[in-house]
């Protein structure tokens, strides 16, 4: 359905118009390691894939806005307006492009016009790929380039952290909406979260692919444990604050979490700091050993990362571990973990180009075996970054 054509005409019958909308494409992403250190000031390793979120666009001469999704037909034209972009439940998904416009307008940018936006997504929903923060990075630049904006990408990106954390209420970090906003083609962006300093790592696979298993077991970010695992987090830091003059758990080494780890009362809170510090540093190892070429080594620290979220942040589940033991037993794979926030959502694994077909059958039928169902697989291009598409994207 990424056929742009398609999604032209589809975009005239819905709106009923003749006019050539503007066509915007937001990437999903997948993380290649450090997770869950995001929030905790540490480094994570993310790159953009070739599936996302399409937009279209014609602006309207009043304030009216209009959203539609062919992901959620049922939903039919959501209708809002500039003068009122308060978060309202009936508007379901068309809050985080509501959100977005909502907080450029704030931020200074003037819009006056309002718009007809069709959107359509081929992420998986509900995948962890990250459909939320490609929802509001295709709508940032959608609204930017419509309206002649020129805005930044990095006060973007960051626009589109407080609509997931204001507004919609979900307490995430920055890493989503950088890695979608900033993505480079054939490269991964080590990004500090503290500092939103980063580096693009080329990713030479040549022999390999990295396969995107979709557990689909349905995961929601809001309803899942994860601002529990981030209080906990914030208890421990606290803890080690009394002794250590630290703003966040990503400013520690392993040796001085070691060194001060007694002074963390609680037990599983101590096991959360000891992964997102331990986590932390396996990210900046993949750094150099990717820089270097040695994808083997990089392979060990993508299973060290998968222990560590299954034992210390135990936000795997029965799911995720069953296809990530799997692909750890099967020829051709270099390495292999859960991606996203975890409870559901998808793996990702580093396969041999021709272990491929091999891979999705064993991991099939121990998945279906065990849990019931099948996974989805994925092959994940790593491309460019939100944008307009040109003529040549479009072909």
């Known amino acids: 359905m990424t056929n742009i054509n398609v999604l032209t005409s589809e975009f005239q019958s819905i709106f009923n118009t003749t006019n050539s909308p503007r066509i915007f494409f937001a990437p999903g992403r997948i993380n290649l390691i450090g997770e869950h250190t995001d929030y905790n000031g540490g480094h994570v390793f993310p790159a953009s894939i070739s599936y996302g979120t399409y937009a279209l666009a014609v602006p309207r001469k009043d304030q009216k806005l209009r959203f539609y999704s ?14 009122n972009l308060a978060f309202n439940e009936a508007d379901d998904w068309a809050n985080y492009p509501k959100g977005m416009i909502l907080y450029m307008k704030e931020a200074g940018y003037e819009i006056n016009q309002g718009a007809d936006v069709l959107f ?32 930044e990408r990095i006060p973007m990106i960051k626009l589109g952290q407080q609509v997931e954390n204001k507004y919609i209420g979900v307490n995430s970090g920055i890493m989503d909406q950088f890695a979608i906003g900033m993505g480079k ?15 693009y790592a080329p990713i030479k696979l040549k022999e390999h692919v990295i396969m995107i298993i979709n557990t689909n077991k349905q995961r929601t970010l809001a309803g899942s444990k994860y601002n529990e695992r981030r209080s906990q987090c914030e208890q421990a830091l606290s803890d080690l604050q009394k002794e250590l003059s630290i703003q966040s758990l990503g400013e520690l080494s392993i040796d001085q979490f070691e060194t001060y780890k007694h002074l963390i009362k609680d037990e599983v809170n101590l096991k959360r700091a000891k992964h997102a510090v331990y986590e932390n540093a396996r ?41 990530v033991q799997t692909a750890w037993e099967l020829d051709g794979v270099l390495g292999a973990r859960m991606t996203g926030a975890g409870f559901g959502g998808c793996a990702i694994a580093i396969v041999e180009n021709d272990k491929v077909d091999d891979f999705k059958e064993s991991i099939n039928n121990t998945y279906r075996e065990k849990i019931g169902y099948e996974a989805t697989f994925y092959t994940a291009t790593i491309g460019d970054g939100a944008k307009e598409l040109s003529k040549e994207d479009q072909l």
């Open 120 to 151: 359509y997504g081929n992420i998986p929903n509900g995948a962890g790929l990250s459909s939320s923060a490609s929802i509001e990075l295709a709508t940032g630049v959608l609204v930017s380039g419509l309206f002649n904006l020129n805005m």
């Open 185 to 199: 083609k054939d490269h991964a962006i080590l990004l500090d979260c503290q500092t939103l300093d980063y580096k």
């Open 70 to 83: 062919l992901n959620f037909p049922s939903t039919g034209i959501i209708q809002s307006d500039l003068s």
């Open 283 to 323: 990210t900046l190892e993949a750094l150099e050993k990717l820089q270097q070429g040695d994808l083997n080594r990089f392979g060990q620290l993508m299973n060290e990362s998968h222990l560590s979220l299954r034992d210390d942040y135990e936000v795997t589940g029965v799911e995720l571990d069953t296809i």
